[in-house]
């Protein structure tokens, strides 16, 4: 019998251990909103609960919808803005592990097609404050306009179910392709080859 009760414990331990590595690893918020804590998709995204208030999500073919949030500076910045230009809209956190693996990829993406007529934006959520965004895009040296979505007013917007998410935008404001989950720049080539001659 005492053999049985150290065995049971054992497994009890190691259940315990492995649920709280589990937890460990994925992403989670104080925020109370978006994210889920811990649940990581497999093509390399953190799965966020529904936005309350979020609409269907924005179609490909369709026109993006516009919106305007403050960069780190708090000027206004408005998709509209970038008309005539390719634009990657892309929602992150510095607190989602795929998001930050996929910014060194961005960057060598971005250095590469930014004369061609490329721009990005990317959209930081919450729990996120703007030191926190700025201290990780100073240390990683990435250059595109950042806005913050303090109150996840366009994750709403564009229905947003997992981060990292980009939409690839045309220079007619139409989007052409939708990416849930992180990215290398062999694939971020590939689909940019379709936008940009």
Known sequence: MPFLKRQAFW???????????????????SSGLGTTGGQVKAQGAVEITPIPGAGAAPKVGRLAPDFTLPDLDG?????SDFRGKVVLVNFWGTWCPPCRAEMPDILEIYQEYKG??????????PPDTEEDVRTFITRGGFNWV????????????????????TFFIDEEGIIRQVRVGAMNTKELRERLSRLIK
């Open 11 to 29: 497994a009890l331990l190691l259940g315990i251990a492995l649920l709280l590595l589990t937890l460990a690893v994925g992403c989670s918020s």
């Open 116 to 125: 061609r007529g490329l721009e990005i934006i990317g959209v930081d959520a």
């Open 75 to 79: 000027n206004s910045v408005s998709l």
């Open 146 to 165: 950042f806005v913050m979505d303090k109150r996840w007013e366009v994750a709403r917007l564009y229905s947003l179910g997992a981060f990292p998410t």
